[in-house]
C-alpha cells in the first residue's frame, strides 16, 4: 500500500524531524479523555502509521517518552514540548498527529471514543462508541 510519497513533519520547534512514507492505515479524530487532555483540545486528530512507515530524521535524542498504560507511548520533543506522535505497540501503529506533518492529505474516515465526546461535530463520519473490532474495540457505531 505504498504510493511512493514521503512527507516531512517536525515537532513545534523543528528540533525533531521526521518523515512518514507511502499511506496511513487510518485517519480520524479521537475523542477520548487522554488524547484530549494530551492534545489540550477538545478533540485529536490522528493518522495511524506501520511503525517502520515513521523515521525520525533530526533529534532522536531530544525525544521524550511518557506511558500512563501500556497501550501508548506518548512522544514528545524536550526542547520545545511540542507533541509528535503516539507509539501503540498492542496495535501495532504509530498515531502521528496530523497537525505536525503539515503537507500531508488528511482526509479523516471517522471518529473513534465518540462516548467520551465533548465537542459534537456534524460531519456526516462514522462516529464509533470505542474503536473498529479489527482494532480490538467493540465495533460498535454511535448516533451523529
Known sequence: MNNGK??????F???VQFT????PNGMGYCHCESCRR???????????WKPEAVQITLGAENIGTYN????????WCKTCGGHIFTEHPG???TDVYAAVIPDFPYHAG???HYQETVLRIK????????????MGGSGVSMVE
Do not use: I
Not at 514521503?6 to 515537532?11: A, L, P, R
Not at 512518514?20 to 499511506?23: F, L, P, W
Not at 500512563?68 to 512522544?75: D, E, N
Not at 460531519?123 to 479489527?134: A, C, I, N, R, S
Open 123 to 134: 460531519d456526516g463520519l462514522p462516529k464509533m462508541k470505542d474503536v473498529p473490532k479489527e
Open 6 to 11: 514521503v512527507y516531512q513533519g517536525s515537532c
Open 13 to 15: 520547534c523543528g528540533a
Open 110 to 112: 471517522v471518529h473513534v
Open 38 to 48: 494530551w492534545s489540550a483540545s477538545p478533540v485529536n486528530a490522528f493518522t495511524l
Open 20 to 23: 512518514v512514507s507511502g499511506e
Open 68 to 75: 500512563k498504560t501500556p497501550q501508548s507511548y506518548r512522544k
Open 91 to 93: 496495535m501495532g501503529l
